[in-house]
């Protein structure tokens, strides 16, 4: 029986550089991220792996999540630095 070898779909290699950047920014540790990768043989390109369609969703939630906070955490100072000011 012959060895299936794959290679990685560029949208892979893109999330592991977005993953790099995510750990580095947030101080999680890399391996934590990673270990939630999830790939599949690409529809046009069996040698190909490409990220599922669920795994990209959830990112997107993650990151949806992540400006969600920030932007509540940017309010929250704001009106925190409007009381300074009126008092």
Known sequence: MKKQNFKFDDSVLHRLVQILQESMILGIDISDIMKKIEVTPSKDD???????????????????????????LKKQENDSQKLIVTQ
């Open 46 to 72: 069996k040698t190909k792996l490409v990220l599922t369609d669920e795994y990209v969703e959830s990112v997107k939630e993650w990151h949806k999540s992540l400006l969600d906070n920030a932007e509540n």
